[in-house]
């Protein structure tokens, strides 16, 4: 098993920028694949963006690509997520998780964090 840990969230102004870490702890994560979801109020959770346990090949939401950035998910590079040009639309709960299958959707995801709040203002 492995224990995950985001940090990094809280309250920015539009156009912002935000960088989360998620800490793995157990397992190494680099056994699994990694990714970042979040959840707005009201919403169920979506995908954001995923990265190979080797770190190779990264994908992203449509939302999201061209201003978030995954890297990480190793012993000496922990998963991170760089955000930029913030908007109030990417308001939520940011959750990293980590699953067997390099993959977008939720139930593919064994391991999740507690999540950590996104706040943008316009």
């Known amino acids: 098993q492995v224990q995950l840990a985001e940090s990094g969230g809280g309250l920015v102004q539009a156009g912002g920028s935000l960088r989360l870490s998620c800490a793995a702890s157990g397992r190494p994560s680099i056994t699994y694949n990694l990714a970042w979801f979040r959840q707005a109020p009201g919403k169920e959770r979506e995908f954001v963006a995923a990265?190979?346990?080797?770190?190779?090949?990264?994908r992203y939401a449509d939302s999201v690509r061209g201003r978030f950035t995954i890297s990480g998910g190793n012993a000496n590079n922990p998963l991170s997520l760089q955000m930029t040009s913030l908007n109030p639309a990417d308001t939520a709960v940011y959750f990293c998780?980590?699953?067997?299958?390099?993959?977008?959707?939720?139930?593919?995801?064994?391991?999740w964090g507690q999540g950590t709040q996104v706040t943008v203002s316009s």
């Open positions: 998780a980590a699953g067997s299958t390099y993959s977008s959707r939720v139930a593919d995801y064994e391991y």
């Open positions: 990265i190979t346990r080797s770190g190779v090949l990264a």
